[in-house]
């Protein structure tokens, strides 16, 4: 347990390696980051640094923000990840939290997950996923699955990922999801048309999904169309918007939990590539 900025089993930590520790019955809490095992891992200053790495870890509990900050990161296993890496791993968590917020971690930037799932809830502000809330820059996820619920009072919201960026002008091959499920149900409350919600990912740009699926329902307040004023609604079965350079390959979602009736992508960009299907 915990509380303050930075707050978990370990505070904050740089070029660590966490391994073979199971947590059970946390209850964390913090005022900007906050993860079960870890609030923030970042690697030391230094290209010859170690990189951080948690392996086989696993985490069972709650992680809440005290609401004193709205750009804090809250994830089940980690609040914030920086070029570290996190293998067979597992949370099975409800999470709580505002900007950054996942089932495993409330944001990933340069990082990356191999054989880890979580389990649970996700409550958050935006960037919101059952998985992690951001997955940005360079790095990839494989492997992976969320059995997570998720609900979002604002937008880039997904089953599996929030937001998904490699950055803008990056090659989209080198961040990337892989062979990756999200089953739990989707809701965004922002009854915009802007709500860029999806069955896998929210907001996707500069990346690729490979073999990655979405099996559960999205929902939002009220599907907008094209006779509204701002219409139509940026939510999709599979993916709430496409802002560009982004790459899927035979990805899939499930038509029967699709209850809203949203296309498979809310709004597409003519830079990508989709090979997006129905099951």
Request: aromatic share 8%; proline share 1%; net charge negative.
């Amino acid at each position: 347990g915990g509380t303050g900025e930075s707050a978990g089993f370990f505070g904050n930590a740089s070029s660590f390696i966490i391994s073979d520790l199971t947590i059970t019955g946390a209850d964390v809490k913090a005022d900007e980051f906050a993860g079960i095992l870890i609030g923030t891992i970042s690697q030391a200053g230094g290209s010859t640094s170690a990189v951080p790495e948690i392996i086989n870890c696993h985490v069972s509990g709650k992680v809440t923000s005290n609401g004193l900050n709205a750009n804090g990161c809250f994830g089940g296993i980690v609040g914030q990840a920086c070029y570290c890496t996190i293998r067979n791993s597992t949370a099975d968590v409800t999470v709580v939290g505002d900007q950054c917020s996942g089932g495993l971690a409330g944001a990933l930037f340069i990082s990356s997950c191999y054989n880890c799932s979580v389990r649970g809830s996700v409550k958050g502000y935006y960037a919101v996923g059952g998985f992690t809330g951001a997955h940005e820059g360079t790095g990839t996820i494989t492997d992976c699955v969320s059995y997570a619920d998720v609900t979002a009072t604002n937008w880039n919201c997904g089953g599996f990922v929030g937001y998904f960026n490699g950055g803008d002008g990056e090659d989209r091959s080198n961040c990337t999801l892989n062979n990756c499920t999200a089953y739990g149900k989707m809701m965004s409350a922002l009854d915009y048309y802007q709500h860029h919600t999806g069955g896998l990912a929210g907001y996707m740009a500069n990346a690729t999904a490979t073999d990655c699926k979405s099996e559960g329902e999205v929902t939002v307040p009220k599907k907008y169309t094209e006779d509204d004023e701002n219409g139509p609604s940026q939510a999709g079965a599979f993916l709430g918007f496409d802002g560009g350079n982004a790459e899927t390959v035979r990805c899939s979602y499930v038509a029967a939990t699709n209850t809203m009736g949203f296309g498979v992508i809310g709004a597409t960009n003519s830079s990508s590539t989709h090979d997006i299907t129905a099951r």
